[in-house]
């Protein structure tokens, strides 16, 4: 089954609003945005630039397991730095590999130097079983001789 689609036409069906914070925030207030927004990741803006991402594992692995206090940490000592980012042109199935290899669950989608978007690993296998469902109800159309 061929299962088709970009990030971008992800995006369209999905939205475009991204939640972030400053690397100068602390851990605790980017947690409670997290919570509040009800989402897992947040990217981390400065100067209207993407500078890194943080995450609830993040979180875990570099404040609680360290134990670090989440109210006097900034977001800037435990972000992720080295992003793996998408464009809106490339392909869904494509990006789920690069994040399975890349082992991230969330993936920036950058256009002309700028963030327009966020797409989770969540979204990217919601997109592919819509396609495959969609391919799915087509065939049974044809083989039932409906058009």
Known sequence: MNISGTVGSLLQHKGTSVWSTEPTATV??????????????????????????ISERDYTRKVVLKGKASRATPVSEIMSENLVVAA?????????????ERRVRHLPVMEDGKLIGLV???????????????AIDQLTKYVMGES
């Open 88 to 100: 809106p042109g490339d392909g869904v199935v494509a990006s789920m590999e690069v994040m399975t």
């Open 120 to 134: 989770s690993m969540g979204d990217l296998v919601k997109w592919i079983m819509s396609e495959q469902k969609a």
């Open 28 to 53: 605790y207030q980017a947690i409670e945005f997290m919570a509040e927004k009800g989402v897992g990741a947040l990217t981390v803006v400065k100067d209207g630039h993407l500078v890194g991402m």
